[in-house]
């Protein structure tokens, strides 16, 4: 089933966790979705993002489909 959702990804970063055996630690972006207003880091969780063209420091608007 799915559902058509607003994401609103947010300016300010999380941090998501070191990278195995290395002193590289990363930082994960914060989305909600509209029928959910809690924030939540956003990992490679199935979420696709080929025609996103990112910048730090802006906040995006998407509409997205949801797969429950």
Known sequence: MQKLVEMTI???TE???YLFLS???REDLLF???D???K???TNGGF??????YRK????????VKTL
Not at 48 to 53: E, F, G, R, S
């Open 57 to 64: 420091g802006f906040e995006y608007k998407i509409e997205a």
């Open 48 to 53: 696709v993002y080929d025609n996103l063209a």
């Open 36 to 38: 959910n207003q809690n």
């Open 15 to 17: 941090f998501g966790g």
């Open 40 to 42: 939540k880091l956003l």
């Open 10 to 12: 947010y300016t300010e």
């Open 23 to 25: 002193d590289l630690y």
């Open 32 to 34: 909600s979705e509209s």
